[in-house]
């Protein structure tokens, strides 16, 4: 995150958001920021709030004089810049979290977490912490080593939040979750990091996520390289057909056993009770053996929505024909 604070001029704006809430313009900061210019327009723009966030460079702009932005701005560089290590061997930045409080210190953090089934014993195994400035969150660490971490993420638990996570600048997104393995022979690959540690209840796996809907290149490299791991689960949220084939596709090259497993429209592991997970993971899991599948999947969407106007339905019925066909 890079407060700019009010800008200048955002030019002529692209169109509105597919929501409706946010003016679109090619965002002038990321030239500075990241070196390359927006040319696709990432700079969602929301005219109520007067508040504007860029979705490549992540540069925060407003149209108010905010009076003790400087102060907060200060702030917010400082959390979120990569320092070395004092005691650090290589090269490598990393992020001081020696700001954060442990979770139990923070009763709005603590529920918030227990409401999104995550528990103790998960606050303990994934080593969640929490802040309550600038923004009262989650903050979900990847690899920590003493107070320093390689990667992590603030989730802003706050309802009517104008950003729900917070990145800190980096190059490249780690695999999430990979330091939290242990002997477990089973990974499950979901978007967000709150899927992952969710998904990590199904006994005998553990959960990773690829921070979005899309598997990058390095992120399968990084998972190539997990030598103990023989089987791969893809868990996608419910509904989220073209990201799942395309990640599968991807993994079939790790060599490992691929499979994806289908949840119900739009929920997340997170949004599934113990029970419910594990009936999902029983139940609506296939194997995928090659991209073939996921023509295959892919015919069968597209024909039950242009018969069906119900999403619900045509993910039920989707899952309804999978089943069909498995027992061919
Ligand atoms: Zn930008």
Same mark, same amino acid.
């Given at each position: 995150?890079?407060?700019?604070?009010?800008?200048?001029?955002?030019?002529?704006?692209?169109? #509105?958001?597919?929501?409706?809430?946010?003016?679109? $313009?090619?965002?002038?900061?990321?030239?500075?920021?990241?070196?390359?210019?927006?040319?696709?327009? &990432?700079?969602?723009?929301?005219?109520?709030?007067?508040?504007?966030?860029?979705?490549?460079?992540?540069?925060?702009?407003?149209?108010?004089?905010?009076?003790?932005?400087? %102060?907060?701005?200060?702030?917010?560089?400082?959390?979120?810049?990569?320092?070395? +290590?004092?005691?650090?061997?290589?090269? #490598?930045?990393?992020?001081?979290?020696?700001?954060?409080?442990?979770? !139990?210190?923070?009763? =709005?953090?603590?529920?918030?977490?227990?409401?999104?089934?995550?528990?103790? =014993?998960?606050?303990?195994?994934?080593?969640?912490?929490?802040?309550?400035?600038?923004?009262?969150?989650?903050?979900?660490?990847?690899?920590?080593?003493?107070? $320093?971490?390689?990667?992590?993420?603030?989730?802003?638990? &706050?309802?009517?939040?104008?950003?729900?996570?917070?990145?800190?600048?980096?190059?490249?997104?780690?695999?999430?979750?990979?330091?939290?393995?242990?002997?477990? &022979?089973?990974?499950?690959?979901?978007?967000?990091?709150?899927?992952?540690?969710?998904?990590?209840?199904?006994?005998?796996?553990?959960?990773? +996520?690829?921070?979005?809907?899309?598997?990058?290149?390095?992120?399968?490299? =990084?998972?190539?390289?997990?030598?103990?791991?023989?089987?791969? $689960?893809?868990?996608?949220?419910?509904?989220?057909?073209?990201?799942?084939?395309?990640?599968?596709?991807?993994?079939?090259?790790?060599?490992?056993?691929?499979?994806? #497993?289908?949840?119900?429209?739009?929920?997340?592991?997170? %949004?599934? !009770?113990? %029970?419910?997970?594990?009936?999902?993971?029983?139940?609506?899991?296939?194997?995928? =053996? !090659?991209?073939?599948?996921?023509?295959?999947?892919? &015919?069968?969407?597209?024909?039950?929505?242009?018969? $069906?106007?119900?999403?619900?339905?045509?993910?039920?019925?989707?899952?309804?024909?999978?089943?069909? %066909?498995?027992?061919?």
């Amino acid at each position: 995150m890079r407060v700019i604070g009010k800008f200048k001029d955002l030019g002529k704006s692209l169109g #509105t958001s597919s929501s409706g809430l946010e003016e679109v $313009y090619l965002c002038p900061y990321c030239i500075t920021v990241i070196g390359k210019p927006d040319t696709s327009g &990432k700079l969602y723009y929301n005219k109520k709030k007067r508040v504007g966030h860029c979705f490549k460079c992540d540069s925060l702009v407003f149209n108010t004089e905010i009076p003790d932005i400087s %102060e907060l701005a200060e702030e917010w560089l400082s959390i979120l810049s990569p320092t070395q +290590a004092e005691d650090s061997t290589d090269s #490598t930045s990393l992020f001081d979290l020696s700001w954060t409080k442990p979770v !139990s210190e923070i009763p =709005q953090v603590y529920e918030y977490l227990i409401n999104r089934n995550i528990n103790d =014993q998960l606050i303990d195994r994934y080593n969640l912490l929490a802040t309550d400035f600038p923004i009262l969150g989650v903050v979900i660490p990847n690899v920590m080593t003493g107070k $320093y971490t390689d990667y992590y993420q603030i989730r802003d638990i &706050k309802q009517d939040s104008y950003i729900k996570y917070r990145n800190p600048v980096s190059t490249s997104k780690p695999v999430y979750g990979i330091g939290f393995i242990g002997d477990n &022979k089973s990974i499950i690959i979901t978007e967000g990091v709150f899927s992952a540690i969710s998904a990590s209840r199904i006994p005998g796996c553990a959960g990773l +996520a690829t921070y979005g809907k899309s598997l990058k290149l390095d992120q399968l490299n =990084q998972i190539k390289s997990l030598n103990s791991v023989d089987n791969i $689960y893809v868990m996608y949220d419910g509904g989220t057909l073209g990201p799942t084939i395309k990640a599968a596709n991807m993994l079939l090259k790790t060599g490992r056993d691929v499979y994806v #497993t289908l949840l119900p429209w739009s929920k997340d592991p997170n %949004e599934l !009770s113990d %029970e419910g997970i594990r009936i999902c993971f029983d139940t609506n899991t296939y194997k995928y =053996q !090659s991209p073939d599948y996921g023509n295959l999947l892919w &015919k069968i969407y597209n024909y039950n929505s242009s018969k $069906y106007t119900s999403k619900l339905y045509q993910w039920r019925s989707l899952i309804k024909t999978l089943n069909m %066909e498995n027992s061919i």
